[in-house]
């Protein structure tokens, strides 16, 4: 009898976290939200709740994913080999993605030619905007601002404030100096860090049996909440944004099938989590024990390497921002009517690579803002580019995590491609 | 007053009637003072309003017309009865090309740069003390001041808020090429225009304007003008 109902309750639990029952849940929260938004938008405290509990160990997780995997990379003979990768594939992939989101922005010219519906619509909406504020747009955030922003005068108030760029950036020197030191502290040191990973990762897989349920909650009050017209006066810009991020996750899909000789579905079965946590979440840093487990578990990827690459790739690998502000920028220009040249596209490509990356876990409204990194240099007012995408950064958050997600375990899978049987 | 619309002091409704704040202030001060009321709307700008005043071809301007030390010293102004803003519109595209983060009041004033304001009225003294390094522009159409700003053809236009309220109302795409930029410090304060002699008149105005206040009426004047804009569905 004790046998029966512990199978039975396995059973009840892995049901929660099949991909069929995850899309039913997000699908039947879409079409509350559209269907009874009054009713849905009370919903938000309960999405956001799921939401905390999910965020409430990505911070420790984070710090003993780096630290143990950075610490374990470099106590063996490989560390140079993987850092030099890491650089190439990151930095490929981001101007890749940039480069992308140009190519769908100029070719479908989603900024021009808007109807006059549409326009009007934007036009009300920074007019109101410019009433309500009266501000002047803030000071742009330059290079040096970001690599400032980087450096944590005191980490422990870094962590304390949950500000990750400089807690993964602590880190990383943290696992460093621990992985150089090779004394037997320093190995015992690795492994209770080790420990506390794990640990961490047991307490997420519990949370995750409640996803059918948050992302009901986060999708319902969403659509409720945001409402539909400023989305319509922007669909150009959304679709672009979509085909862009459906041709990116294909090209994921399929490197990490050919890397791992896998099939293309099998792909798709082992990186659902994580896409799923991201969408519904709209949290790369959320979604890092996922894409941890995923890569472990189901791509047989090393565990030292993916816990290291994954929190790292947050940071530096933001493929899905690079594609979205290369998109936005050049929307933008087309709609304000400014002129790009050559170099216009070429400081899009590489300003969105550099925005994306400063942008990793910061809020919509500040992580927007970056985005006069790109748009100042080439004279687009980037003030009510901001005030419009704020609009519409419900609809496109989502996917655009999910492409930083999986560009993550794709960029991770690439870099352990040639050492499958090397271990770390 | 002025010949054209300046809603939503004085415009005409679908019938040809004129109607509005500056309207309905001058009826009631009519009905007060037991005369009947003529509306004289073809002056070609708010100057000659002036001109009219002082030359006794006309008793009052009620015109929105701002105080300015220029006017001051041809007529007599009675103590302010409404106050506006003077805003800046800007190209956004052309703003953009500035250093970002820079106020744009004085980011604009410099060579080179165009402002235009209305011909013959308060702004170009205001023009003139804020942008005094820009070249000024007057023009008589304030609308299609607004819509060159618009199209980039000038940069930047200095006008009252009611004006650019009114433009943006009735252009909702310009919302997505100019900026209206407002300086709380800059106030357009509005009074009625008597003849430099009629000083028992102007005392009895502030006294119609205070008590005015007191009892509400001013305020019925400012909820249904300037805080709503059920007027509109009359044009």
């Known amino acids: ?39 849905a938008a009370l919903l938000e405290p309960y999405g956001k709740l799921y939401l905390a509990l999910l965020q ?41 993605a940039g480069t992308l989101g140009v190519l769908i922005a100029e070719i479908g010219d989603l900024g021009g030619g808007l109807s006059m519906k549409a326009q009007e619509t934007l036009g009300k909406i920074l007019s109101r905007s410019d009433i309500t504020s009266g501000q002047v747009p803030k000071e742009s955030v330059g290079l040096f601002t970001f690599v400032r922003m980087m450096v944590p005068t005191n980490p422990f108030e870094a962590v304390t404030h949950g500000r990750n760029l400089p807690v993964i ?53 969403q659509v409720a909440l945001s409402g539909t017209e400023v989305f319509l006066a922007l669909g150009k810009l959304v679709a672009g944004a979509y085909v862009g991020a459906m041709v990116l996750i294909v090209i994921y899909i399929l490197a990490i099938a050919k890397m791992r000789r896998m099939s293309v579905w099998s792909v798709i079965r082992a990186t659902k989590d994580p896409a799923l ?88 409204v500040a992580a927007l803002s970056t985005l006069s990194i790109v748009l100042d240099p080439i004279g687009v007012p980037s003030a009510p580019a901001i005030v419009l995408l704020l609009a519409i950064d419900p609809f496109l958050d989502p996917i655009m995590t999910a492409v930083n997600v999986l560009s993550g375990c794709a960029a991770t899978t690439v870099i352990a491609a040639k050492d499958r049987d090397v271990e770390i | 007053m002025y010949e054209k619309d300046m809603p939503p002091f004085f415009m005409r409704d679908r019938a040809g009637h004129w109607f509005g704040f500056d309207v309905e202030l001058a009826q009631g001060i009519a ?22 005043v002082a030359n006794r071809k006309a008793d009052l301007g009620i015109s929105k017309l701002s105080k300015t030390l220029a006017r001051a010293a041809r007529v007599r102004f009675t103590d302010t009865y409404a106050t ?68 980039g053809e000038t940069t930047a236009a200095l006008l009252p808020e009611d004006t650019v309220e009114d433009w943006l109302y009735k252009n909702p795409t310009g919302g997505l090429r100019v900026r209206a930029v407002t300086r709380p410090d800059r106030e357009d304060a509005y009074g009625i225009a008597v003849h430099g002699s009629d000083t028992h008149l102007v005392s009895w105005l502030n006294t119609y304007l205070e008590l ?19 007027w509109r569905k009359r044009q």
């Open chain 1, 56 to 96: 409430m160990c990505v911070l420790p997780l984070l710090m003993a994913a780096v630290i143990s995997g950075l610490g374990r990379l470099l106590s063996s003979n490989h560390a140079g080999k993987y850092l030099v990768r890491m650089v190439l594939v990151f930095g490929a992939g981001v101007i890749l």
């Open chain 1, 277 to 364: 946590v991201a969408l519904g979440t709209s949290s790369s840093f959320a979604s890092i024990p996922a894409s941890i487990l995923a890569l472990q578990e189901r791509l047989k990827i090393d565990e030292n390497l993916s816990k290291l690459l994954i929190p790292i790739g947050v940071t530096l690998n933001p493929q899905g921002s690079a594609l979205y502000f290369s998109i936005a920028s050049i929307f933008m220009a087309q709609l304000f009517q400014a002129n790009l040249g050559a170099s216009g596209l070429l400081i899009v490509i590489f300003g969105s690579a550099l925005a994306g990356m400063a942008i990793s876990g910061v809020p919509a």
């Open chain 2, 84 to 151: 506006m803003h003077q805003v800046l519109v800007v190209n956004r595209v052309a703003e953009a090309r500035f250093k970002a983060g820079e106020d744009p009041w004085r980011l604009l004033d410099r060579e080179g740069v165009k402002v235009g304001v209305p011909i013959a009225s308060a702004y170009v003294d205001y023009a003139r003390r804020d942008f005094s390094q820009a070249t000024m522009k007057p023009v008589t159409d304030r609308y299609a001041l607004l819509a060159e700003v618009a199209k």
């Open chain 2, 212 to 230: 005015g206040r007191a009892d509400g009426t001013m305020d019925r004047l400012e909820a249904t003008y300037i805080r709503d804009h059920g």
């Open chain 1, 1 to 39: 009898m004790a046998g029966e109902n512990g199978s039975k309750r396995r059973v009840t639990l892995k049901f929660l976290v099949r991909p069929y029952t995850i899309l039913v849940s997000v699908v039947a929260g879409i079409g509350f939200g559209c269907l009874f938004p009054a009713r």
């Open chain 1, 169 to 221: 950036f602590f880190c990383l020197l943290f696992g460093v100096a621990l992985g150089k030191l090779r004394t037997h502290g320093s190995a015992t040191t690795l492994v209770v860090i080790e420990t506390i990973f794990e640990t961490l990762l047991r307490m997420i897989s519990w949370v995750m049996y409640g996803l059918p349920v948050g992302l009901f909650c986060l999708f319902s009050s």
């Open chain 2, 31 to 52: 009905q007060k003072l037991g005369v009947g009321l003529k509306l004289e709307t073809d002056a070609v700008s708010f100057d000659e309003v002036i001109d009219r």
